[in-house]
């Protein structure tokens, strides 16, 4: 109000207008200290509005970062009271996005519109990793192939650590077998985890895949391996072609002692060891041999003692799953071989006599 040297009297009412001198708070910060993240995203609570922010990323260690330090000023909703968390519109990214190997600290700062600065917070010992783990081994305990009813431990092994079961899920997917999704994986260390695969019914091959993060959020790499495939076989193995014969120089349908006797025969599929071949009435033992290509044979030699008749064998095997095959007792082709090992008598003798002698 003010009043001239007559007495007139003026006045003038300004306003409303508010006190602030409460400094602006960030809270609840992330990522927290010596912590591992993959990109720039924070998180943080405001007690208020700000006019204007920044948040600092300035690198104190790890691999050399050129762009260091980046200034993001805080716009928008980055600005309003309450909790933000993800991308800041002006942070560090695309071709100045912060290096993979680097360390840093992030720093907060803010002014609110009564021009009050908040105090200003510091996270350290930011790693950024934007590297995909990936799976370095696979191991089988007992190696394969399985049939139904086997248990398998399956151990894998990644290139850095691996956020815990049931962060990790195996996948087993295929044709011709069920399909697993698992997330009950036993860890045996920071790198390394287990899983108990219960063999199926069906036939067929499965990929074996994971699903998981690491600390950082990278997702697993299934670079394709060499032993990321299992197989599965409930089908007994069978033999065909089948067939035998003697070197006798007679008849090879024909063995007298001192000849040889061989069995050969052919698998539909790898066996697990060499089939166990038997020959009835044989005195002296067989020797079964691999061929390779899933071919073998079994050689025996007549001895004087053997038993004469039509040789009879047997030829028992499995393979490599377990599967047991039906027991070969015959050839494929109708051969035979026959053991005649006594020597010819004469059981009569008459002269012939002749007019002049």
Not at 156 to 171: R, W
Not at 224 to 245: E, K
Not at 275 to 281: L, M, S
């Amino acid at each position: 109000t003010v009043t001239d040297a007559a007495g007139n009297t003026g006045s003038l009412i300004l306003p409303d207008f508010e006190i602030d001198t409460t400094v602006p708070i960030f809270s609840d910060l992330y990522p927290q200290d010596n912590n591992t993240v993959k990109n720039s995203n924070v998180g943080y609570t405001l007690s208020k509005n700000l006019s204007s922010g920044t948040v600092t990323y300035s690198r104190t260690g790890g691999t050399a970062d050129d762009n260091s330090p980046y200034n993001s000023n805080l716009s928008g909703s980055e600005l309003n009271s309450g909790r933000f968390s993800g991308t800041l519109t002006n942070g560090p990214t695309g071709p100045t996005a912060l290096v993979n190997g680097s360390i840093y600290s992030i720093t907060f700062n803010g002014t609110d519109s009564a021009g009050n600065n908040a105090s200003t917070v510091t996270i350290t010992g930011i790693t950024v990793d934007t590297t995909s783990p990936s799976v370095t081994n696979i191991v089988y305990s007992p190696t394969g192939p399985y049939k139904n009813g086997d248990s398998v431990t399956i151990t894998s092994t990644f290139s850095e650590a691996i956020a815990d079961s049931p962060n990790l899920q195996i996948v087993i997917s295929g044709s011709g077998i069920a399909n697993v999704s698992a997330t009950n994986m036993t860890k045996n260390s920071v790198t390394e985890y287990s899983f108990i695969y219960s063999v199926p019914t069906g036939n067929g091959t499965g990929t074996i895949t994971f699903i998981g993060n690491d600390s950082s959020g990278n997702s697993i790499s299934n670079t394709p391996l060499n032993n990321n495939i299992i197989t599965v076989d409930n089908t007994s193995p069978t033999l065909n072609p089948v067939s035998i014969v003697s070197n006798n120089i007679k008849n090879t349908a024909l063995a007298t002692t001192g000849d040889t006797i061989t069995l050969s025969f052919t698998s539909n599929e790898t066996l697990l060891q060499n089939p166990v071949v038997v020959f009835t009435g044989a005195n002296n033992a067989d020797t079964v041999t691999n061929l390779g290509n899933n071919k073998y044979t079994a050689i025996y030699t007549v001895a004087s003692t053997d038993t004469n008749g039509t040789l009879a064998f047997t030829i028992d095997f499995t393979d490599s799953a377990g599967n047991a095959g039906t027991q070969v007792t015959s050839t494929t082709n109708s051969s035979t071989v026959t053991v005649d090992t006594t020597a010819p008598t004469l059981t009569q003798v008459t002269p012939i006599t002749t007019p002049s002698n």
